[in-house]
């Protein structure tokens, strides 16, 4: 009779001490979401949602451009670095959608390091003339700029912060150059340094089309330009294909 009284009392400690505990639990759980409607009311008065920091309002593109259609015998360097920057508005669709489209404005930088030089033929048309092997020289870089407005379509998933983009640039071409610094191409004994904006055939409008793929504020980031750099027939069908991170401010 008495062990049966002990495992009675025990088998009551423990029901007691679990309902104790669940009910201290539930007292934390209300004490922890009275604090948190507070400050919610404080801080928040009128319900709304916390806003979204990562809007891809400022873009900044980084990439290594392949320049296709470049005439044969033209080498250019592994890497030719450029960069684009864009400024967007972000227009959300209603109901919380995922969706999005942006509109801004942008700019955008490409070099091509190469071993030719730009130049104007007797029939008014830009070539790349190869320099011979005896011409030594530290730069010799093409730079190619434009200015531009970016349309976007946007998916950005809320919870898991995956997203991307898929646009077109539409812009205008501010500038063709080209930077040498090395031994006178022309045989001369002296060394040249020089900026060359003497290239012309350039076609006034460029168009590139682009997509975005990554997670938060970093993405991957591919391009490619659906116009040439020069006029058809009056220069290398030549344009760049670029590849590269993007990293998103705010």
């Keep these: 009779m008495k062990r049966k009284l002990i495992v009675l009392f025990l088998v009551v400690a423990t029901c007691f001490s679990a309902f104790a505990q ?25 319900g709304e949602e916390k806003p979204e920091i990562v809007r891809d309002r400022l873009n900044i593109d980084i990439y290594h451009s392949f320049w296709m259609g470049m005439p044969e015998g033209v080498k250019h360097m592994k890497f030719d670095p450029g960069f684009s920057v864009s400024a967007l508005w972000d227009f959300k669709l209603p109901n919380n959608s995922p969706v999005s489209f942006g509109v801004g404005l942008g700019f955008s930088y490409f070099s091509q390091f190469t071993n030719s030089l730009l130049k104007i ?20 870089r093409i730079n190619y700029m434009n200015c531009n407005l970016p349309i976007e379509f946007r998916y ?16 205008l071409i501010a500038e063709v ?9 022309e045989g ?29 504020a970093f993405a991957v980031f591919y391009g490619v330009h659906l116009t040439k750099l020069f006029d058809s027939g009056e220069g290398p069908a030549v344009f760049p294909m670029s590849l590269g991170l993007s990293i998103s401010l705010f």
Aim: proline residues 2%; hydrophobic residues 25%.
């Design 22 to 46: 669940e009910s201290q639990d539930t007292v934390v759980q209300k004490k922890n979401k009275k604090v948190k409607e507070t400050v919610d009311k404080v801080f928040n008065p009128k």
């Design 121 to 140: 033929s007797d029939g008014w048309v830009m070539k790349y003339y190869v320099l011979s092997d005896g011409i030594k020289y530290k730069l010799n």
């Design 156 to 171: 950005r998933h809320k919870k898991s912060g995956f997203k991307f983009s898929v646009g077109v640039r539409v812009g």
């Design 188 to 216: 001369g004994s002296m060394d040249r340094w020089y900026k060359s904006r003497e290239i012309y055939n350039t076609q006034n409008i460029s168009v590139e089309a682009y997509t975005r793929i990554g997670w938060k």
């Design 177 to 185: 150059s080209q930077n040498y610094k090395g031994a006178d191409p």
